[in-house]
């Protein structure tokens, strides 16, 4: 089911401190959507560009996840720098986290591959246990429900898609990469977690090159240059002593050698960034790796 409210700047929400009306952005809707299999609500963001109302143009779409807070990031730097910077205007789609539930324990279920193997995780929210490994059926509603939603509802063009996930969500992004390469166009990946799972995406990555000559896509990974492990830390595939760096480089170097058909890949390590702080250089150079205006 499918259910759609329209968002317009200086418009009230609802009330905010003291009787204030809420800011909300221009051009933007959301839709409600059911994921049929997960049998769960999520909701979907949209932002349109400023000439969208001004012919039959279609558009490229980005398809951003933690849409709470990517969306409002993705939205106004896609559009900055297509007012300003020559780039192509989009139409941008944020991924809710699911309906009910608290942001950490969606995105923990929906993003990771795996439950890992040594789970010691404790819930956020009160009286459920944490919940992973169901972005294999998390991307199979994206691409069974949500991709045709959009492509039926929006001039967008569907040749191409954009993939931007950040930490976790870029496991997903890996996920789709690994599996369905094809979903999307272009990744953008930011600082993934390949140390989740004891480094369980080494592993995909292993098995796609034994059965597969071709990947695809492009993709343009970013990682700020400060998540490294501290000095006289011994590096591993475990959160605490990962080299989220290092690791990043390792994947990147791996698919380089395979010397997959159709697979392009860049990699920036952004100076004096952190993992909170990177995402929107990630953004801004992804974006450029692969929307050129042709203006």
């Known amino acids: 089911m499918l259910s759609v409210a329209l968002c317009a700047l200086g418009s009230v929400s609802q009330a905010g401190t003291a009787g204030a009306p809420a800011y909300v952005l221009d051009h933007t809707e959301v839709r409600d959507i059911h994921a049929t299999a997960l049998n769960r609500d999520y909701q979907v963001y949209v932002a349109l560009p400023d000439s969208y109302g001004d012919g039959r143009k279609r558009y490229p779409v980005l398809f951003v996840v933690d849409a709470n807070y990517a969306f409002p990031v993705v939205r106004n730097i896609a559009q900055r720098l297509a007012r300003h910077a020559g780039m192509e205007e989009v139409v941008v789609v944020g991924l809710s986290y699911a309906k ?22 404790r819930s956020d929210m009160p009286g459920r246990k944490p919940m992973f490994g169901e972005a294999a059926a998390y991307g199979k509603f994206l691409s069974a429900e949500v991709l045709p939603m959009i492509a039926s509802a929006y001039r967008v063009n569907m040749e191409r898609k954009v993939f931007v996930g950040h930490s976790y969500g870029s496991l997903l ?50 990682i700020g240059a400060l998540e ?32 997959f058909a159709g697979l392009k890949t860049r990699l920036r390590v952004f100076a004096d960034e952190d993992h909170a702080s990177v995402f929107p250089l990630v953004l801004t150079h992804g974006l450029r790796a692969y929307l050129v205006s042709s203006k």
Do not use: C
Request: hydrophobic share 30%; aromatic share 12%; glycine share 6%.
């Open 100 to 121: 009910g539930d608290d942001g950490v324990f969606s995105r923990r279920r929906d993003y990771t591959p795996t439950v890992p193997r040594n789970n010691s995780y």
């Open 173 to 222: 992004g890996l996920q789709l990469l690994l599996s369905e390469p094809r979903t999307f166009d272009h990744y953008i990946l930011g600082s993934p977690s390949l140390w989740y799972d004891a480094g369980i995406m080494f592993d995909r990555e292993r098995a796609y090159a034994k059965s597969h000559r071709a990947l695809p896509a492009s993709v343009f990974f970013g």
């Open 228 to 259: 490294r492990l501290a000095p006289g830390k011994k590096r591993s595939r475990s959160e605490e002593d990962a080299d989220m760096v290092e690791d990043l480089r390792e994947f990147d170097a791996s698919l380089k050698s395979r010397q």
